[in-house]
């Protein structure tokens, strides 16, 4: 981890920053007065109503923990929320109540892999064992003059208000580390999860690599086999193009004699179509022969059961007649007589006859 921390203004030094731990996942930041014109003053006023600005690689951070220590008349930065094995470009800030005095920024770059921690953490104790700072100070404004010093009414009552804001900004500390704490163990799973998957993507690296090893002894021996083919095709192609003088003459022959049996199926075809025609035209004709034929045939059929359904009304008529021709010829019938022997006359049976006549006529109607 590099701790060149170096002031970006060249103006004399009023606060002095001390790196005082680096962890995989934080750093810890001390701010003090430079000399002891500027200890007279309160660190709080010399950080202004904004404190310290963090910037992490460019961006603002705002996981930062600042607690200011009137008593011993420091301040307390704490940059939480680091992924280990990582670089970051940290710059903090200060900006002036005062118009006049310039802002003052440090930047550092630091890196969380755990193994550089260590050493670290023992060039931090040796250079406190040596009492030498090795940290750069951020640029002051020119001094101001002293204000004297507060009652003990006054300092109780500071003491009391910072004892409640310290109270309130412990417990908002408490809940931010565990926060800290919760992104740690979310990015610890994270670097779990992605060593698996790496370990996975490795193990899969592996068996397709010995898969791929297979494919070429594999395709090698299919290469041999292809070339082997492929000489054995060429032997064949030498046979088959010996052989192309003779299929060309029986194809030949075949080309003339399948123009042969052309010439014969269509004069067959032909001969067959005039066969279909003229018995198309027989058929036709018979068909028109038996049409009349049916018709005349239903003709007679209707004639005949309307004779059949007048038959028994001519037989009703018939028996009828015969009856009444029997009234007539018992009315008729002469009483008994003395026989008188008479001549035979031609008109003694006449209306037997006449009925009979009548009779017959109805009948043949």
């Not at 109270?167 to 500390?173: A, D, H, M, V, Y």
């Not at 990015?187 to 592996?206: F, G, N, T, V």
Request: aromatic share 2%; net charge negative.
């Amino acid at each position: 981890m590099d701790h060149r921390w170096h002031s970006i203004r060249p103006w004399s030094p009023r606060l002095v920053l001390q790196v005082k731990h680096v962890s995989s996942v934080a750093a810890t930041f001390v701010l003090c007065p430079a000399d002891e014109e500027s200890s007279t003053r309160p660190i709080s006023d010399m950080l202004g109503p904004n404190g310290v600005a963090v910037t992490v690689n460019g961006s603002n951070w705002h996981r930062v923990l600042v607690h200011v220590d009137e008593a011993s008349n420091e301040a307390i930065v704490v940059v939480v929320g680091l992924v280990p094995a990582r670089h970051y470009d940290v710059e903090l800030r200060v900006d002036s109540s005062d118009e006049h005095e310039p802002a003052l920024a440090v930047a550092e770059t630091i890196d969380t892999t755990p193994e550089d921690n260590v050493e670290d953490d023992e060039e931090e104790d040796d250079g406190e064992n040596d009492s030498v700072p090795s940290t750069p100070t951020l640029a002051p404004t020119p001094p101001r003059e002293h204000t004297p010093s507060p009652t003990v009414e006054e300092r109780a009552t500071q003491i009391r208000s910072s004892l409640s804001a310290l109270s309130n900004e412990q417990s908002t500390l408490t809940e931010q580390l565990r926060v800290v704490r919760r992104d740690m163990q979310r990015a610890e799973a994270a670097l779990r999860a992605e060593i698996d998957s790496l370990k996975r993507a490795s193990d899969k690296a592996s068996a397709a690599e010995q898969r791929s090893k297979q494919k070429v002894l594999a395709l090698q021996e299919a290469v041999k086999q292809s070339l082997a083919a492929t000489s054995d095709a060429k032997a064949e192609a030498a046979i088959i193009e010996d052989s192309t003088a003779t299929l060309r003459h029986q194809e030949d022959e075949l080309e003339a004699q399948v123009a042969r049996l052309r010439e014969e199926a269509s004069r067959i075809k032909a001969q067959a179509d005039e066969a279909v025609a003229a018995d198309t035209k027989r058929l036709s004709d018979a068909q028109q022969e038996l049409a009349t034929y049916e018709s005349r045939d239903e003709k007679l059929s209707a004639k005949r059961v309307r004779l059949e359904e007048q038959l028994p009304e001519l037989e009703s008529r018939l028996a009828s007649l015969l009856h009444d021709n029997e009234e007539l010829e018992t009315e008729l019938a002469p009483r008994p007589q003395p026989r008188i022997p008479l001549a035979p006359s031609a008109h003694s049976h006449w209306p037997v006859t006449a009925m009979a006549r009548q009779a017959s006529s109805a009948g043949s109607h």
